[in-house]
């Protein structure tokens, strides 16, 4: 089974620092680009990295560009994503999700196939 | 980037058809014929249902199709059923970000 488990939420004050990480399953990790998308509570989908299955590309929406940085470890079939002063506004429901082109060091867009369940992020003192 | 922009709701009867717009400009959907659509239930992660515009991934219902016009991307559900009842986001590769999300649209079944 194609399987995607997302680690590391809870509970931060703002200003502090966090790694979350997912560990994939039932397909060839290094095939394929990875991506985080976050959901605030009650609020719709937003992308906020992806990374190449070679680690060639890399890109942040602009919300998040300079204080969170994507990492893969191809070895250990896991995604990471470190997120560096954190804000009220990072709160939210974080997924690692699957792109669908394999064997490309870029970023296509060309869709998003398997999902996680997700790690819950709150950013409060 | 900013946003896709999508209707915040829309409703149809069992067994009808509707259609879900979203709205782009010449920097993503306009440019592109890489839109896919995603459809989330209540508490659930989201599920892939369309991509490259009108593509669909193998156990998806044919009663979902996708087409695009412009900077306009559509999505539509035929023979609607109780189960479609759910929120919808279209999202296209764009100039700046390989994707980008819309509004979201949330689809009943009167």
């Known amino acids: 089974e194609v399987q995607l488990v997302e680690s590391g939420g809870g509970l931060v004050q703002p200003g502090r620092s966090l790694r979350l990480s997912c560990a994939a399953s039932g397909f060839t990790f290094d095939d394929y680009a990875i991506h985080w998308v976050r959901q605030a509570p009650g609020k719709g989908l937003e992308w906020v990295s992806g990374i190449s299955w070679k680690s060639g590309s890399i890109g942040y929406a602009d919300s998040v560009k300079g204080r969170f940085t994507i990492s893969r470890d191809n070895a250990k079939n896991s995604l990471y994503l470190q997120i560096n002063s954190l804000r009220a506004e990072d709160t939210a429901l974080y997924y690692c999700v699957k792109d669908i082109v394999g064997n490309y060091d870029f970023l296509t867009g060309y869709g998003m196939d398997v999902w996680g369940q997700g790690t819950t992020l709150t950013v409060s003192s | 980037q900013s946003a896709l922009t999508q209707p915040a709701s829309v409703s149809g009867s069992p067994g009808q058809s509707i259609t879900i717009s979203c709205t782009g400009t010449?920097?993503?959907?306009?440019?592109?014929?890489?839109v896919s659509w995603y459809q989330q239930h209540p508490g659930k992660a989201p599920k892939f249902m369309i991509y490259e515009v009108n593509k669909r991934p193998s156990g998806v219902s044919n009663r979902f199709s996708g087409s695009k016009s412009d900077n306009t991307a559509s999505l539509t559900i035929s023979g609607l059923q109780a189960e479609d009842e759910a929120d919808y986001y279209c999202c296209s590769y764009a100039d700046s970000s390989p994707y980008v999300f819309g509004t979201g649209t949330k689809v009943t079944v009167l």
């Open positions: 010449s920097s993503d959907v306009g440019s592109y014929n890489l």
